[in-house]
């Protein structure tokens, strides 16, 4: 594991990279590393890890997701990017998993392009968001059934990347209609451009700094804002131009080595960056340039030019900015998630349940218990992924619950039901819920004001959500949970019913214990 020139200056959203290809990448962990000298660890193993039960694991590794097992042969290609945001260059594509021990193959292998720091031809890999690298003139098109899934075709995403689109099936009575794709809002950030791409990603992967951060927030920020006149009075050493390569690879050099008043403003972060320039002015100025895509006419639609949410993240699948293309039952549940939490949740909480739940929630989501439901179920995979390390787009496998109890006692031998497993995943959930209480103060005005200016952006459709209608699931949400609803702290017999009585004396003597 080693981290590069962003650690070791500290910038902000520095990345820990592993030589199988891996990167953590959110919440700068790469200048932990970097605070503490430590630019490497490495280790030689001569004992072997080995599974308990490796017939169970090989059945598993046969039927979670149901795989596609099939090769995924080399192709040469000569376009990147998604529809709307393709650019003409000329590469090579292989399909891998993200771990060797994966039954699937969703990231895209792009092999055989130039380098900006040899004259060899590099790989590298591509998912998700490094795509819109090479063009942001809209963002991503999608369909109800990647978060709302039925019997018949669930665990879409992973066969889509591995290779295997969907296919019409008669027996899916809904099939039409939560595949229905729903059209991208044209955003016009930055036009295709293939080298380019390959230059913010190859950037990203060697001073070892969040590609999210980077082509999600800094690039899209520093686009609309020369657009709107923001950055009119700014110098930053060279104009501005997010369709220049040159550009960014000088605005990514300033940043990784806190060259110049900018490039050091910006390594501790977009969110601290944009307070110290003036938030009303470099964060709230609204961009004229989104139009729906869903809207008859495709309207404007207001969108600041920092797409910044909560706890000094960006948008991520939360119905504005990036990755808006979802529904209102959809992103007021990503929009929870996100709420009880600290960082991006949806690293972990991409919101999965079955269409016929989203059919009992869609037209009252505010009053919907059912909503309230898949909410706490998708945190509690959540808690499950990040514990037992399952894939984010594996899990839940709604109609297989007890997959990730299977798992654990597949690998480690110890016998774990699901039901056991979802009370240590409550648990999780409550541990650190005390640690936000204890150590940051949390409590219920904290992080509903933390959400709430992002909600009041209009969606797609051009909805935003209801002050009281909000108030009111989170209501429910806390009732459910076993909180209070005035302050979102557990109640004692919540923290004991998990076997946490010491940490309600702790909260009772901090006068964090709601009566
Ligand atoms: S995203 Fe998940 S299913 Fe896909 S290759 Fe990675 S670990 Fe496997």
Redesign the pocket.
Known sequence: MVIGPAGEHLVRNASITTSNDNVMAKSGFGAVWGSKNLKAITCHGTGVVIAADIDKVFQLRMTM?SPYMRPSPVREQDRQGLPGNDAKGHWVRGNV???HG?N????CLMMDTDSYFTDDKINHVEKCVSIFAYGFATDVPNSIGANWMTHQNHVLP?KM?SGEPPVPDPTDPYFEEMTAPIMPDRLDFWKPDFEKGNLINELCNEYGMDKWDVTIWLLPWLSMGQKEGVFDDIDFGMEIDVESSDFVAYMLDQIVYRKGYYGNLLAEGMARAIRTLGKEKFGDTIYHGRRSGVLPGNPSLDLPISLETAWGHSFHWQGRGYEATITKPTWLASTIELMTSSRDMQTVEHHHDTYENYLKIKDDPYNSQTLVDSIIMNENKGEMKDSVTC????SPDLWWTSMEAEMYEAATGYPMSEEELNESAVRSKLLYRAILIRNFGRDRKMEVEAVWPGICIPDPWGETADWDGFNHLVDMYYETRGWDKKTAWPYRDTWEKYGLKDVADEMEKLGKLPG
Not at 104 to 107: G, S
Not at 391 to 394: L, S, Y
């Open positions: 997701g998993a993200c771990s994966c699937q193959h969703c990231n992973c990347l894939c984010e787009w594996q």
